[in-house]
């Protein structure tokens, strides 16, 4: 089974702090996400990486970026946390051609305060 | 822009009843539409549909793309309080990476 990981499940920051987020998976998948998820809105796509070093910007990625420097790993990166960041933060990954969708991280959850 | 709509938004049934929920979808490079269930934390796969007309199942779920008319349908008998969860639909596009843009989600309730 893929796993992945994301290194919190709840975390706690200040406003305008630098916040890491970080997602690990283990099956050498190509493609991997970061969505936030708010009541009433569902997930909403921040960034995706379809390589090492390559990112694309998703529907919402104002306040964030990424980093993608090995396979198995993609951090998302608050810059200056704000209060509006407080959300359930999910990473989910993909192979190529993959017929089974993807596979979720169980969240972090943010709370900026 | 890309859109996914689910309802209802939510929705309490007794145990045993028979549930459908419903996504419409309007998405400019269609590749495929998939259900999740998703309890308390990460969402988990049901189904990935590419054709229409052509059902898929497991157990007492299952579901159907009628890329025509641009909507699925997913379907429980005979519920059990254990089908209680956030019911996600989900489109991906063609192109890079396979993205998905996911609709609200429908609440489902089973209740004794």
């Known amino acids: 089974d893929v796993k992945v990981t994301q290194s919190s499940r709840y975390l706690v920051k200040r406003t305008g702090e630098k916040v890491f987020l970080e997602c690990v998976q283990d099956?050498?998948?190509?493609?991997m996400f970061w969505y936030r998820q708010d009541p009433g809105l569902g997930l909403r796509l921040i960034y995706f990486?379809?390589?090492?070093?390559?990112?694309e910007k998703g529907d919402i990625p104002e306040g964030y970026s990424v980093s993608r420097e090995k396979k198995e790993r993609f951090s998302l990166i608050l810059e200056s946390a704000s209060t509006n960041q407080t959300s359930m933060y999910l990473c989910?990954?993909?192979?190529?051609?993959?017929?089974?969708?993807?596979?979720f991280g169980s969240g972090t959850r943010l709370t900026v305060v | 822009e890309d859109k996914v709509v689910q309802s209802p938004l939510s929705l309490v049934v007794h145990e045993g009843d028979t549930v459908t929920l419903n996504c419409s979808y309007e998405?400019?490079?269609?590749?495929?539409l998939l259900w999740y269930k998703q309890e308390k934390k990460a969402p988990t796969f049901l189904f990935m549909l590419?054709?229409?007309?052509i059902e898929k199942k497991s157990g007492r779920l299952s579901s159907i793309l009628d890329k025509k008319e641009l909507f699925s349908i997913l379907n429980i008998t005979a519920t059990q309080t254990g089908d209680s969860a956030v019911y996600l639909c989900?489109?991906?596009?063609?192109?890079?990476?396979?993205?998905?843009?996911f609709g609200t989600g429908t609440r489902l309730q089973v209740t004794l």
């Open positions: 989910a990954t993909s192979g190529q051609g993959a017929r089974s969708g993807y596979t």
């Open positions: 099956m050498d998948h190509e493609n």
């Open positions: 990486s379809y390589d090492v070093k390559m990112k």
């Open positions: 998405v400019t490079n269609f590749r495929s």
């Open positions: 590419t054709s229409s007309g």
């Open positions: 989900a489109v991906e596009e063609t192109g890079t990476a396979s993205k998905l843009t």
